[in-house]
């Protein structure tokens, strides 16, 4: 009997732990979504009309390129966890750690996209 609310006890605190790990995937591929529409990584931008020195720099390509790394980590932990959200609490933790590897990748692509599109607009622009 106390196995079981071992293991029911267990598995709630491993999905709760998943459910932070979701938020932070979201939120982090939402805000690669708005950083790419901003810096123009689509050219979905009405006002860009044209092609300019910017986005011929190759610091703007290794940007859009860590940007799109990002967002594929941020939905791969996403689809990773809803697909999974019915497996034993031991395969969760597993399933964590993966998480955390993505999300941590996901992370520094995010940073190195906006550490080269401030050496653009900072150095490169001037």
């Known amino acids: 009997m106390d196995d079981g609310a071992f293991e029911q006890r267990e598995r709630r605190e491993e999905l709760r732990r998943l459910t932070v790990r979701f938020v932070v995937a979201v939120a982090l591929d939402l805000f690669t979504g708005v950083y790419k529409r901003a810096a123009g990584f689509d ?13 011929e720099h190759r610091a703007f390509f290794w940007a859009a390129i860590f ?7 941020c939905m791969w932990v ?4 809803l697909f999974s959200v019915e497996v034993l609490a031991r395969r969760m933790r597993s399933l964590r750690e993966d998480c955390d590897m993505k999300l ?3 992370f520094i692509c995010v940073t190195i996209s906006l ?3 401030a050496y653009l607009r900072w ?3 001037c």
């Open 43 to 55: 050219g979905s931008d009405p006002n860009s009309g044209t092609e300019t020195r910017e986005n």
């Open 67 to 73: 940007n799109k790394a990002a967002h594929f980590a």
């Open 115 to 117: 550490c080269l599109m």
């Open 123 to 125: 150095w490169v622009t």
């Open 104 to 106: 941590l990748l996901g």
């Open 78 to 81: 996403i689809a990773q966890i």
